[in-house]
Each structure stands twice: as C-alpha cells, then as structure tokens.
C-alpha cells in the first residue's frame, strides 16, 4: 500500500552506452517475441532509422516526475516521452487494471513491489528479462531480486524501503526517553510518554494502511506467503505475526499509540503540535515527514527499527518498479527510460531535487547522488541515507507478496479501520487471510491454508 | 423537470396529424426516423453495448493455473458468477445498506423538497427567483466536487462547523455509523433536494389557477389547500420522483466512494452494491463478477422502477 510513498527516480550515467543496450533489446526482441505484435517490432528499429523518436507514455504518481521526464527527453533523441501524472494507492492501480485491460494502458507504470506479482500474475505486464541490459542488471544488483518471479524480469526497481524509526530528538531529551533498540524499550517510551505527557503519542498506528505492519511481522520472522511447489502458501497468523500483533495491540489498547488514518488531517496537526513525536515507515517517508511537520523542522532524527531481540533486522514498506504494460508495443524503448531512472545520476538528482523524494535508491551508485541532492536539514543534518543504507542490509530473507496483493490490503482495508474502535488486529489477520485465500482460488490457482 | 412537460405534449401531438392522409403520413414517418435515428444510435452505442458486453462477461470467468505467472485463460461459467455473487453476504450486505440509507433519505428527501416546493408556490412566497435559483445551484455542482467540499466540512481540524460543534459541547466522530451515515444522508440530500423542488413546483404551476381560486373563494387556507388539492394534483410527479430517488439510492456510489477515505471504519470497500462491483472490478481484477454483480443490480432496479410505477398508476388516474 503506502500510497504516500512515491520513487521514481533517472539516471544517466552513459546514455549512448545505454542507447547501444536498448537497441540491442529491440533486436533482441525482434527475433525472440513471436508473440509481439509487428508494431511492436518496427517501432524501436524504424523509429531509430528515421531519426524520429519512439513515443511512449509513463504514468506515475511520483513527485518531480515532469521534472524527471522533461530531463530525459532533453537528452535523449532516440525515445520521447510523455508523462502522466496519476495518484497512487488501490485508486491508481484501478485506473491501471483497467487501461490495461481495455488496451489502454501506459507503455511504462509505477508498481510498488507487493503489487507486482498481482499485476504479472493479471497478465499484465511484460517479462523484460531480455530487454534489461547487463549493465543495469548489474547496477541494480540484489534489487534485481525484487522484481523477478518465475526466473523471470517483470520491472525494473527504483529503490529499496527498510522499515525504519522516525522520532522527535528534542522531546525525547526533554521526556528523558532513550531512542530504542527492542520493542520492550519501545514500549517503556511509550509508556513513559503518556505520562509525561497526557494526550501524546510515541508513533501512530494508521489504520488505513496495514503494510507498515506486514513489514514488522516481516522484520519478526513471519512469512504471510510462500510457495511450495506449484502451489501458493498463505498464512497472516503465524507465530511471529502473533507476536508482533499482541505486541501492537498492547498498545493500541492502552492508548499509547494514536490510530488515526495515515491522510488525516489530524495525524498532520499532532505531529505538529508535538502530539506524536515518532512514526514508523521507509525512507520515502522522510521527504513526506517534512512536508507534514513543517513546525519541527530540523529537530526530527532517524534511527534503526526496534527489534525483539535487540538484534538489528527489519522489513520494508513500499518500494516500487517500473513494468512495461502488455498494451505497450515499445518495450525496449520503455526499459531505457526506466533504466535510465534508476540507474543515472543526471535522473535521480532530478527526482531527489527540493527534497521531493528521500527514497533509498536501489542502485547503491545512486545513493550519495541521491543524497547530495537531498537537504537533510529537517533531520538535523543526520545522515540519513547511510542508515538507510545499513538498514537495507538488515531486511529479513525469504519475504514473499502474494499473487493478489491488490485485493489483499483492500481485504485489510475494512477491518483495519476499526483498529482502536473495537476491532482487534488478530481479526483482522484472520478475516483478511480467509478472503485472500478464497480470491486466489478462486481466480484458478493453486493454494494452500 | 422536461419530464413533466414532455407527457403532455405528445399526447396533443396526435391531434394535429390526423387530417392528413397516407402519404404525409409516411413523409411523417420518415422525418420521425431521421430525428430519432441520432438518439437510437447513441443510445445503442452508449447504453446497450455495454450491457451486451457486461451480459457476455458475466459468463466467463479468467483462470490461471499454478502460481498464476503465466497466461490466463477464460472460461466460460454460465450463471456462476451470479450465483457466487448472491452467495457473498459482502455484496448483499451492500443492499441492506443502502435501505438502511433509503430509510432516512427518501422520506427527508421528498418531504423537504415537497415542503419547499408548497412554499415557494405559495402566495405568500417573496424572492421566488432568488430561492428557486439558490436551492438549485448545487444540483450543478458535480457529485464528486460536493462529497470533496463536504468531506473537507466533515473533517475535526479543517472544518468550521465541526470545531463549532465540538465547542458547544457535541462529539463528531465520523467513525459512528450514527454520524457517518447521516452525513452521507446530507450530502445526498443537498445535492438532489434543489432539483426536485423544480420538479415540484414546475407541476405545481401547472394546476389550473381557477382550482385554487375556487379555494380560496370556499375559505380554504394555505396549509389546506396545499393538503388537499395541490398535493393531490402533483401526484404523478411525486411518484416519478420517488422512483429516481429509490434509483439513486440503489446506485450510490460516489458519495460513499470518498467518504470511505475519512470513515472507512463505516463506510466499507464494498458498502453499497456500487462498491462492492467496483472493488470486484477494479482491486480483484474479476470482471464477471463485477459484471454479474452490475447485472443484478440493474435487474433490482428494474423490478423497482415497475414496483413503483404500478403503485404510482393509480394516482396517475386518480
């Protein structure tokens, strides 16, 4: 879900290198997809024969993105693109289900990567595996990881997003609390909040999003999906669910955590007037928090999430791709703009320009362009991407999202909202688990629990 | 409020063509099949493609295998797909909701306009312009613009009236069905109301002023002769209103749609059946159920619709 977060960014390290692997790809394409109907071969070869550029469009909900496209298309005289600007969440994956399926869809798109599967197991988006050129692949690393299913490339990944712990350094000094490293200490700030200060809250609990919990039952150990053969495995109570969950509804009940809705205005006024002085979420965030606090610049601070066991591990919480739609006939045209904003430093210091993205790049290259380019003055100057960096590190192996993840965080969606108005988080597992298990079955595949 | 004045002329029409004979006839006939040919063409474009499309896809349902990173392929389901539909409580959930929203709306909906219809009428109404323009203007204001203006007007911290209320002392927790509802209910309710006070008093004007006068000779005041002799003749338009009210309220969508971002404790994903096919189509990617559940829905209103028309047919004649 967090549709709050947003990450697309360029890059432009060698763009003839680049222009040489997308020309390339579209041979490469030529003869490979029997499949691909004839415009989809011409375009990338005539286009460049003639010197006219190949048209193709980008939808996203990302900030900067005009910005973005307007420096790709000044550099570049192979491919034009144009952009256009939609909203994230379930609404923007609506309106990109169905476009897709009325042939209409986008030759590029933003998809977080726990909708992903959702959109490859749709038949929605292409395998890129021959189109993504090495020198990407190689840019891109482990991140590469996040976007292949089945041994295949389905996008090309913009940024990796660690569960981390952002907190008021000044109220925690003034509150004598000490920035934690388990959930106990948590727990114990949190506790020690409420007394001091009636009214306040360590961090909200968004009960309109459950993925910033998924990412700590993830950092627990849980594991809502896998796979066991041919066939899906789905279970959102395992043990360490169960523990993450009693553990949050510890505090939800006793009042020491808020539960407003991540949008709400609010949420927005507490962390203004020193209401909530902490929150829970990926690096994007920090370019979301800043525009939200406005009134504590400077006194914000990041630190590594809390753990069980004191021992350094989390989860992540967004990060998103971009895929190449089925409708689009210009795949490798759409792989080099998208690459190209991953993996080029002129790209990610547009998108990171006026601190409209924090986001952690997935190309490690990316990083110290990306923070160059980021003011981190409302986080007291703290580097902020190092920790992000080593964060990364400490997500847990062996996470996988389920095939209908769309239709999963909107099952979590209805019993969710009743978080801290009666419902509990353990029958929000339980109802959302029994309805993810029934739509998989449902659209044919093989499932288990 | 066309449909009000439209009965009448047609029913006259039929009186200016008889004299003449065969021939201008089917001239009359030809023209009639250029005029109306537009209409039946948009209409068969607009309206009954995509109900032949939505009826096609009803039948079918995508199936993929294994992990499901392959191709889908579509098989056909007969009346499956309804039949799951009716099975889910989620979807007949939806039409519990929306008569439970029918319940406060249509009764408040067609009292005040009805009331302010009887007032504007009435001879001692001042500003009628002003009043008719002023009560009508947020019918122009889309749907979707209204429920944002009034979720903004909803929200604790952005909202005057909201901080007006909680100062007196009153708790506005859009998270309670009692004040999620009913909020709904309002935004409804100022959007539609203008409209059918038009409808009113449009079939208000047309009662014969020699009626009234007689009235008024026979000592009948205001309040009775709105009772007993404006109310009655206006019977058909409240009947005609009354079923596209019952209509809208089966339909909602939009309203709730928007509302669900601040109440979603309330208003649910798949709160109206509107909802709920959206949800189907457009977060589940499943189109026959959508499409079945569209169908069914259209069915129920359709069945309405005749329910009420057969209950309005004997005012009609009355």
Redesign the interface.
């Known amino acids: 879900m967090t549709h709050r977060s947003a990450f697309p960014l360029p890059a432009g390290r060698t763009s003839h290198r680049l222009l040489a692997i997308g020309a390339c790809a579209a041979l490469s394409l030529v003869s490979l997809t029997a499949c691909g109907s004839s415009a989809a071969t011409t375009s990338g070869g005539s286009a460049q024969n003639s010197g006219k550029p190949v048209e193709i469009t980008f939808w996203t909900w990302t900030k900067n993105a005009d910005k973005v496209v307007a420096e790709f298309n000044k550099t570049h005289k192979d491919v034009h693109v144009t952009l256009s600007q939609t909203v994230g969440g ?1 609404t923007g ?3 990109d ?2 476009a897709i ?1 009325a042939g209409n869809g986008p030759d590029l798109f933003n998809v977080e990567y726990s909708e992903l ?2 959109f ?4 929605d988006v292409q395998d890129i595996t021959s189109a993504v050129g090495s020198s990407a692949t190689s840019a891109l690393g482990n991140s590469m990881q996040l976007t292949t ?2 041994g ?1 490339t389905w996008a090309v990944p913009f940024d990796i997003e660690p569960t981390v712990f952002y907190y008021r350094k000044d109220l925690f000094q003034k509150y004598n609390l000490t920035v934690p490293t388990t959930w106990d200490q948590f727990k114990t700030d949190a506790t020690a909040l409420q007394k001091a200060a009636p009214g306040a809250h360590l961090i909200n609990f968004p ?2 999003d459950a993925s910033v919990f998924a990412s700590m039952a993830w950092q627990a150990g849980a594991q809502w999906f896998g ?1 066991s053969g ?3 495995k789905v279970n959102f109570q395992d043990a360490a669910t169960l523990k993450a969950a009693a553990y949050w509804q510890g505090l939800i009940d006793g009042g020491q955590v808020s539960t407003y ?1 991540s ?4 949420l927005t ?1 507490d962390l203004n007037n020193s209401k909530v002085i902490g929150m829970i979420s990926g690096p994007f965030e920090g370019a979301y928090l800043k525009t939200m606090a406005t009134s504590s610049a400077g006194k914000w601070a990041v630190a590594p999430l809390p753990t069980f066991d004191g021992t350094p591990a989390t989860g992540a919480v967004g990060g998103s791709s971009y895929a190449v739609s089925k409708n689009s006939t210009h795949t490798a045209a759409a792989v080099e703009f998208a690459t190209w904003m991953s993996t080029n430093a002129d790209a990610v210091a547009t998108r990171v320009a006026g601190g409209a993205s924090s986001a952690l790049p997935a190309d490690p290259a990316m990083d110290t362009v990306a923070q160059k380019a980021f003011d981190a003055s409302f986080y007291g100057g703290q580097d902020i991407y190092t920790l992000n960096q080593q964060a990364a590190a400490t997500i847990k192996t062996g996470w996988t999202w389920g ?2 993840m ?2 999963t965080w ?1 099952d979590f ?2 019993p ?3 978080l801290g ?1 009666g ?1 509990t988080i353990t029958g929000a597992l339980q109802s959302a688990q029994a309805q993810t298990v029934s ?2 079955k ?5 499932v288990q629990g | 409020m066309a449909l009000l004045t439209k009965p009448a002329a047609t029913r006259r029409a039929p009186h200016r063509a008889p004299a003449a004979g065969g021939r201008p006839r089917s001239r009359t006939r030809g023209a009639a099949a250029l005029l109306l040919g537009p209409f039946f063409l948009l209409f068969a474009a607009a309206t009954l493609a995509p109900i032949g499309y939505a009826l096609w896809l009803s039948l079918f349902q995508e199936h993929h295998s294994g992990l499901g990173f392959g191709p889908a392929t579509t098989v056909f389901s007969g009346i499956g797909n309804y039949l799951d539909v009716l099975k889910d409580s989620a979807y007949r959930d939806g039409f519990v909701h929306v008569a439970l929203f029918a319940v406060i709306y249509v009764p408040l909906m067609l009292g005040g306009s009805l009331a302010v219809a009887l007032l504007l009428d009435s001879a001692l109404a001042r500003a009628k312009r002003f009043f008719q323009l002023t009560l009508f203007l947020p019918h122009v204001v889309p749907g979707i613009i209204a429920a944002i203006v009034w979720l903004y007007l909803y929200t604790p911290g952005v909202s005057p009236i909201v901080s007006v209320l909680q100062s007196g002392g009153f708790s506005f927790d859009l998270g309670s069905p009692f004040v999620a509802v009913p909020s709904l209910v309002n935004v409804a309710i100022w959007e539609v109301l203008g409209y059918n006070v038009v409808v009113f008093y449009a079939a208000l004007q047309a009662i014969p002023r020699e009626v009234l006068e007689a009235a008024l000779i026979d000592g009948a005041s205001e309040l009775r002769t709105s009772w007993s002799i404006k109310l009655p003749s206006i019977r058909s338009s409240v009947g005609l209103v009354g079923l596209f009210t019952a209509i809208g309220v089966l339909q909602l969508f939009q309203e709730p749609l928007l509302m669900q971002q601040t109440a979603p404790a309330v208003i649910t994903t798949t709160w109206t059946p509107n909802l709920y096919n959206y949800a189907q189509a457009f977060k589940d990617s499943n189109y026959g159920y959508a499409a079945a559940g569209s169908i069914l829905l259209a069915v129920v209103c359709g069945l309405l619709s005749f329910g009420v028309t057969r209950l309005s047919n004997p005012w009609r004649r009355a």
Do not use: E, M, R
Request: proline fraction near 9%.
């Open positions: 379930p994956y609506a309106k289900f169905a399926k599967p959702n490859v197991a749709q038949g299913l089945g295949k009960t309109d796979t041919n066939a899906w809705l949008s709400s205005p609010a006024a095939p209908l769309v239709s909107s969606a209805d969710w909202a009743k108005k419902g739509q998989i449902a659209a044919g595949l093989n």
